[in-house]
C-alpha cells in the first residue's frame, strides 16, 4: 500500500477534526454556576452549553476549579474552553468565542451597615477593593485606577473577606448580588456592563465554533435561552 494511500485512509477513519473532544472548565460563582454533592455542574450557564454541545454532538468534559486556573488552561492548553467569560477587548484576540450566554451590569457591593459613602468611582477608588485571580475586573480595577486591590483565589474567599471586614468593597454581577441572602449587602455603584460566552482555545476547529454559535443563536432566537434565565430568575440583558 502507497504511503499516501495509506494516510488517506487515516484520516478517514480518525473523523473530521470537529469530533475532537472540548475540555470546559469554569469556577463556582452562584447563581450562574453550581456544584452538586457528586461534582457534576449545575446552573444558567451548563444548562444553555448542554443543550448547544449535545444537539450539535460535540464530544465533552466539565471540571471545576479556581477562576484564574481555568482561564489559564483555556488560553494554554489545546481543546479547552473556559466559562463563562467576560468578552473584553483584552481577551477578544485571544480565544474563539461562543456568545452571549449572558450580559449583565457589574456592581460594586459594600456590607449593608458598613460606612461607606461612594457616589463615583473616585470615591470608591479610596476605599479596598476585592476581586478574584483572574477576573476580568482584575484587570478592569487596575484600568480604573483602583490601588487598594485585594486579590483572593476565586469568588467564596473574595466573599468572605467581605464579610468579614478585611475589603470594603467588592465586584459582584447584579443577578449574583440579587442571590445573597437579603440585607447582608448593598449595591454602591455600577462598575461596568460585560458580555458573557464560552472562550476557547485557538486551537479549536473554526467549524466547531461556528456550530456550536449556531445552535447557540437558535437558542437566543426560540426562547430557550431566556426561559433558562427566567428559572434560576436571573436579571434579564
Avoid at 455603584?189 to 458573557?196: C, H, N
Avoid at 437558535?218 to 426561559?227: K, P, V
Amino acid at each position: 500500500m502507497g504511503l499516501i494511500r495509506f494516510c488517506l485512509i487515516f484520516l478517514a477513519l480518525a473523523g473530521p477534526a470537529s469530533a475532537a473532544k472540548l475540555f470546559l472548565t469554569t469556577e463556582v460563582y452562584p447563581p450562574y454556576n453550581l456544584q452538586n454533592d457528586d461534582g457534576s455542574v449545575a446552573g444558567v450557564y451548563i444548562d444553555q452549553l448542554r443543550i448547544v454541545l449535545e444537539d450539535t454532538g460535540t464530544d465533552y468534559e466539565v471540571a471545576v476549579m479556581p477562576w484564574a486556573r481555568a482561564i489559564a488552561l483555556a488560553t494554554t492548553k489545546a481543546m479547552h474552553c473556559v466559562f463563562a467569560t467576560a468578552r473584553t477587548s483584552e481577551r477578544e484576540k485571544l480565544f474563539k468565542w461562543v456568545s452571549p450566554i449572558h450580559s449583565d451590569r457589574n456592581i460594586l457591593v459594600a456590607r449593608q451597615n458598613a460606612d461607606i459613602n461612594v457616589s463615583s468611582l473616585e470615591d470608591a477608588r479610596k476605599y479596598r477593593v476585592g476581586t478574584q485571580r483572574g477576573d476580568y475586573t482584575e484587570v478592569l480595577l487596575g484600568n480604573l485606577g483602583f490601588e487598594h486591590v485585594d486579590v483572593g483565589a476565586d469568588f467564596q474567599i473574595t466573599l468572605h473577606k467581605l464579610n468579614a471586614g478585611r475589603i470594603d468593597l467588592m465586584p459582584m454581577s447584579e443577578s449574583t448580588f440579587k442571590s445573597q441572602s437579603p440585607g447582608t449587602f448593598r449595591e454602591v455603584i455600577t462598575l461596568a456592563r460585560q458580555q458573557l460566552g464560552l472562550a476557547c482555545n485557538k486551537s479549536v476547529p473554526d467549524e466547531v465554533i461556528a456550530k456550536l454559535q449556531a445552535r447557540l443563536d437558535r437558542l437566543i432566537a426560540d426562547g430557550t435561552q431566556q426561559s433558562i434565565f427566567d428559572r434560576y430568575k436571573l436579571v434579564s440583558p
